[in-house]
């Protein structure tokens, strides 16, 4: 193979004053040396691609920008580039780690579907009747209070703004609400779990 | 024939022989052509021109 004789400072300046295919000697001269440092750090051909990729872009914009300093450095400059944007990707790559299953883990014996079940779902629904007909027993200013607190999610500033009376008095409905629900629910040996 | 059950080193899975796609490259040559630089007072604006 023929040995080019330009320097890289030749080829970045040639570049500079917009010769093209001295970006094209630069980067076939030494892509393998980068890409194969990317992928040193990173073990994934696809991410390798990518950040070889903003590499490159970062410093066609630099040099085109004028914002590089020639100190005969073009190899080490770029090489820290992609250094710098690995150690992006592993940020990046902390916040939302991603996991690929292979044949001696699987991410899903770890992880699993919370929903509940078809089963599960009936009781719940049985459960949130019953409670219902219970609340419905209440008295009509306890029931009031506890339907906009717990179903509606109002505030109890807002409930005796509306009911019109004191936040003292919402509280002290609310209270007795919950008592006479755990009254009736003893009572009766009512069992509301799932 | 006795089987191999230890793995290689990370560091020798690295194969030096590695290069990025032509693609990427054919990419990054068109980007270059097409990206331009505006110079308006102290500014610097990029275009990309296709």
């Avoid at chain 1, 051909?45 to 300093?69: A, H, P």
């Avoid at chain 1, 001696?104 to 949130?128: H, M, P, R, T, Y």
Wanted: hydrophobic share 35%; glycine share 2%.
């Amino acid at each position: 193979m023929k040995q080019s004789t330009t320097t890289d400072a030749q080829l970045v300046s040639a570049y500079i004053k917009g010769n093209e295919s001295a970006l094209c000697e630069l980067i076939s001269r030494h892509k393998q040396r980068i890409y194969s440092f990317i992928y040193s750090k990173v073990y994934d051909r696809d991410v390798t691609e990518d950040i070889f990729q903003d590499t490159f872009i970062k410093v066609i914009k630099t040099l085109r920008k004028g914002g590089y300093n020639e100190e005969g450095k073009f190899l080490p400059w770029v090489m820290r580039i992609s250094h710098n944007l690995v150690i992006d990707y592993f940020r990046k790559n902390n916040r939302m780690p991603k996991f690929e299953n292979n044949t001696d883990f699987n991410i899903f014996s770890v992880l699993s579907d919370n929903s509940l079940n078809a089963e599960k779902k009936i009781i719940k629904g049985q459960v949130e009747n019953d409670i219902k007909r219970l609340i419905e027993e209440l008295p009509d200013d306890q029931k009031e209070v506890l339907v906009m607190r717990i179903y509606k999610e109002m505030s109890f500033k807002d409930i005796s703004e509306q009911t019109g009376v004191s936040i003292n008095t919402a509280l002290g409905r609310m209270r007795y609400a919950l008592i006479n629900l755990r009254k009736v629910i003893d009572k009766h040996n009512i069992v509301l779990t799932n | 024939m006795q089987k191999l059950y230890s793995e290689i080193s990370r560091s020798e899975r690295v194969n030096k022989n590695m290069v990025p796609k032509e693609e990427t490259i054919k990419f990054l040559l068109d980007y270059s052509k097409a990206l331009s630089v505006i110079n308006y007072n102290k500014l610097k604006f990029e275009a990309l021109l296709n």
